[in-house]
């Protein structure tokens, strides 16, 4: 599976991004699909992620402010970030997870996801 991510930019706080993530493979669908961001001098942290069957998780952070759509007809999944704020400056990068959601808080931990795309850098601005 090869993930290629998208849609990275300059930003003013308040204001909105999204994000893209194309996957190849013909079992997009049964995938867990993750977003995750490092800044600069910062681990790297989980954000968001989708189950094939839609169930949704996010990260306190960004909870009420980003959702993790996906288009399994496009082999896509969108993280849209709204009502931005200058912590969320980062290089964001997609995930899969080919098995099946886990117990626990699973999909907050990078060892769960077995495939990672290119990071995309995401500034925002004050």
């Known amino acids: 599976v090869q993930l290629q991510a998208s849609g990275g930019g300059l930003v003013q706080a308040g204001g909105s991004l999204r994000l893209s993530c194309a996957a190849s493979?013909?079992?997009?669908?049964?995938?867990?699909m993750g977003w995750f961001r490092q800044a600069p001098g910062k681990e790297q942290k989980f954000v968001a992620a989708?189950?094939?069957?839609?169930?949704?998780y996010y990260a306190d952070s960004v909870k009420g402010r980003f959702t993790i759509p996906r288009d399994n007809a496009k082999n896509t999944v969108y993280l849209q970030m709204n009502e931005m704020k200058p912590e969320d400056t980062a290089v964001y990068y997609c995930?899969?997870?080919?098995?099946?959601?886990?117990?626990?808080?699973?999909?907050?931990?990078?060892?769960?996801?077995?495939?990672w795309g290119q990071g995309t850098q995401v500034t925002v601005s004050s």
């Open positions: 995930t899969a997870r080919s098995r099946p959601p886990g117990g626990g808080s699973w999909y907050s931990f990078r060892y769960t996801y077995d495939y």
């Open positions: 493979g013909r079992t997009f669908t049964t995938y867990v």
């Open positions: 989708i189950s094939g069957v839609g169930d949704t």
